[in-house]
Structures are given as C-alpha cells and as structure tokens.
C-alpha cells in the first residue's frame, strides 16, 4: 500500500477547524482509494510564536521538509500586529515559502456551477470563469533589499525593493507554459511595464522564453487593465503569469468571481520536493471558534495535493465531485447564503462532503 506522510500546519483563526474537517475528508478518501496517509500537525504562525517565540520553528521547517506534502491551513491575527516584523505570523509564512524554495504558486479559479448566483458579479459574466494565476512567490518585492523603516529622523520614511533577476522570470515562466499546454495555450502576463524597470524585464523575459513555445498565445496587460478586465470580462483569462505582488492582489480579486473567497485553493511548488497546499484565505479571526467557517477551499487545496503532490489523480476527483455534489443539494456555508439554501456549520458541511466520498 502507497503511504504519504503529510505535515499539517492548522496554524490560528479559522485553521484548526476547517483543519479538522480536512482531516476527516483525508481519512475517509484514503480509505476508499486504499493509500495510507499519515498526518502529523505541526506549530506554525502566532501559535508557534506563542509556544516557541518564532512563528516558523526550525522543527516545524525540518518535519516540512521531510514529508512527501504540506498543508497548511492559514496564519494571522490582529494581535500579533504589534509584533517586530519578523515575529509575525505572516513572516513564517514568508519563511516556508522561501525555505522550501516554492517559487510558483498556482491559484486556479474556477466557477463552481451551483454558486453562479453568489457571485456579486452578474451570471454571464461570470459563468464560463475558469482560470488559473501563476504567481512568482519567493522573490520581487516581498523579499527584495533593501528595505527598511526608519522613523528616528524627522521625516520617516520606509521602502521596500521590487527586483527579480532573468532566472526568476524564466522559472516561473517556464510553469505557466507547462500550465497553459496542459489547458488553452493562452497566457497572459501581467506587469507595469510603463513605468518599472523590474517590469520592462519581465515583459521582455517572458517574450523570449514563450517564443519558442509552438501554439502557444502570449498577451501582455498591465496590472490596473488587468484588474479592471478581470471583473468586465474575466473568461478571457486562461493563464495569468505574473509576479508576486501583482498575483497576491489580483488572486484575491479572482477568489471574488467565485462568490467567495471561501472557496479558493492554491499550491505553492518547485521543481523538487514537497509543495505546500493551502487555501487563498486568511485566518479569520472575526469569525474563528464559531464553527461558521467555510472549509471548501482548504478541501480543495487538499484536492490539490493529492492530485499534484502525491499523484492520487482519483482521489483529488471524488473530493470536488463530494463538494459539487453538497453545494447542488442546496447546502450552505454563511459567506455563500444568498437566501437560497440551507446554511450550515462548518463540521456539518465537511461531514455532508464525507459522507458523499
Ligand atoms: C496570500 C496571503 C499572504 C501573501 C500573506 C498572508 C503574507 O495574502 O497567500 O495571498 O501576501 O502572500
Ligand atoms: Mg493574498
């Protein structure tokens, strides 16, 4: 029997309890398509900096990167806000990506057909969205230096660096191209090149490497247009290649075409090594501990896994198929109530997707 050893990161808000309803659908998928799946959690983000005083533990760095897959729920929470930047929840985060050399980040968006009406956007528009971003995740201005903030002079000021070099570009590129010819052979990259340099070498990075791609189409939009056409007519899009902040901002956009950002899962990889799923959302604090959450896009994102890190193609298929399945009988998690259907709790949901595998 194949056996995968998965590392959870539950990590604050919402994540222990979409977590655990991960966890039951894993169990139960195993089972039925005969793998066996050991899941070891593991502390990471503001309660591992409550328990160890850093957000990404060297421990929980090592277990990563010694399973065959990560998934991790979501960090954060206002109260760590005063934290020097480097105790953050989120600079863990920035820290596992970085560690486990996860430079492409793949956020599909795809509409699911009984959620058409939680949309804020009209149904023509938005019902033949399927898309997927392709994000740079280590690089560009997250991590570029300098940076800094000095506020013991008179004027303070902060700055930040937004770099990439021709690798970097020709990385993340070269996903998008595996991507697009696994779909429409369409990709547009998003930049702003009429005004940065960093961007004028993406543009002209890009170009060159798609070229010698056979059949495949390449457009180029600058980010505010693309932001703007996203919302007028986002079933244009088949693959958005872009960098890492551009796709921060406009994946959550996208996440907003599906009705919810509830809803959408995300795979952070390399050319090696274990990649780490996780959904597009944060943590919630607002709502954590009120068992309200919606666990679908942590489900999908565990979909994610099984189909792209562990190569268990069926398995990923019966867990979309159970959550198609719970949506079209009309039940609800609270940010897709539109008056409709049943709402329910997030245990009740993951045990209705559970009993559909
Ligand atoms: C995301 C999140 C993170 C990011 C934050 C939590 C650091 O917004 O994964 O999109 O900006 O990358
Ligand atoms: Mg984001």
């Known amino acids: 029997m194949k056996k995968y050893k998965i590392a959870l990161l ?12 991960s966890v039951n659908v894993l169990n139960k998928i195993s089972k039925k398509y005969n793998f066996d799946i050991e899941i070891n959690e593991h502390l990471f983000g503001g309660i ?40 953050r929840p989120e600079s863990g985060l ?11 980040n793949i ?35 997250y991590f570029g230096k300098p940076r ?12 930040n660096t937004m770099v990439y070099d021709y690798t970097e570009i020709k990385r993340i590129t070269d996903i998008a191209i595996k991507i697009a010819n696994q779909r429409n052979k369409k990709i547009c990259s998003v930049d702003k090149s009429n005004v940065l340099e960093v961007s004028q070498l993406w543009r002209e990075t890009v170009f060159n490497v798609t070229s010698k ?22 079933s244009q899009f088949d693959v958005i290649l872009t960098s890492n902040l551009f796709g921060d901002i406009l994946s959550d956009l996208a996440a907003m075409l599906t009705g919810s950002i509830g809803m959408l899962p ?32 942590m489900l999908l994102s565990a979909s994610m ?24 009988k009309g039940f609800r998690t609270l940010d897709l109530d539109n008056g409709c259907c049943k709402v329910l709790s997030c245990s009740e949901i993951g045990e209705k997707i559970v009993e559909e595998i």
């Open 48 to 87: 591992a900096y409550e328990k160890y005083g850093a957000p990404a533990p060297e421990e929980t760095l090592d277990k990563c990167k010694k399973s065959d897959a990560v998934l991790l729920a979501c960090v954060g929470d206002m109260k760590y806000d005063s934290l020097p930047r480097e105790l």
């Open 266 to 297: 995300s795979a952070s990889l390399n050319n090696y090594g274990p990649g780490v799923f996780e959904p597009v959302h944060g943590s919630a604090p607002d709502i954590a501990g009120k068992n309200i959450a919606n666990p679908i896009a």
């Open 305 to 328: 896994m099984l189909k792209i890190g562990l190569n268990e193609k069926e398995a990923a298929e019966n867990i979309e198929r159970a959550i198609d399945n719970v949506l079209s």
């Open 10 to 21: 539950s990590g604050d808000g919402i994540g222990p309890e979409i977590s655990s309803v």
């Open 148 to 159: 800094g903030y000095i506020n013991n002079i008179e004027v303070p000021k902060a700055f």
């Open 107 to 141: 956020r599909p968006v795809k509409i699911r057909k009984s959620l058409i009406d939680s949309s804020s956007l009209k149904k023509e528009i938005v019902e033949n969205v399927d898309l997927v971003v392709v994000r740079e995740l280590i690089s560009g201005i």
């Open 213 to 234: 791609e056979k059949g495949l189409s390449l457009s180029n939009m600058y980010v505010d247009n693309a932001a703007m056409q996203l919302v007028k007519d986002p």
């Open 94 to 104: 920035l820290k596992l990506r970085s560690e486990l050399n996860l430079f492409a």
